[in-house]
């Protein structure tokens, strides 16, 4: 499996970007899919994760409410859609593909990794 991220950019506090994980391969669709970020200078956090056979999506406490994330299956692709952004989500964006689907705000939990992809929001 090979991830390609895409998205990131320059935004205001308040404003929405829309972040995508092109996946490669039909077994892409059998994985789940999260979201991670890191900032200088801090440790890897949790995002977002979603499992292709369903459920709820999950997020973490930080995004709770302003991000969400969705599998566009058409095209292979899980987007994760940044609303109501603040300075402190600033930050490189990784997604991640795992064959697990139990334990998914763990970034030990996954596989394969796509490059990141900056975000930066200004105050």
């Known amino acids: 499996v090979q991830l390609q991220a895409s998205g990131g950019g320059l935004v205001q506090a308040g404003g929405s970007l829309r972040l995508s994980c092109a996946g490669s391969?039909?077994?892409?669709?059998?994985?789940?899919v999260g979201w991670f970020r890191q900032a200088p200078g801090k440790d890897c956090e949790f995002v977002a994760a979603?499992?292709?056979?369903?459920?709820?999506?999950l997020y973490g406490d930080s995004v709770k409410g302003r991000f969400s994330i969705i599998w566009d299956g058409a095209v292979n692709t899980v987007r994760l859609q940044m609303n109501s952004l603040k300075p402190e989500d600033t930050a490189s964006y990784y997604c991640?593909?795992?064959?697990?689907?139990?334990?998914?705000?763990?970034?030990?939990?996954?596989?394969?990794w796509g490059q990141g992809t900056q975000v930066t929001v200004s105050s």
């Open positions: 979603l499992r292709w056979s369903g459920g709820t999506p």
């Open positions: 391969g039909r077994t892409f669709l059998t994985y789940a």
């Open positions: 991640a593909a795992t064959k697990y689907v139990s334990s998914l705000d763990l970034d030990s939990m996954y596989d394969y």
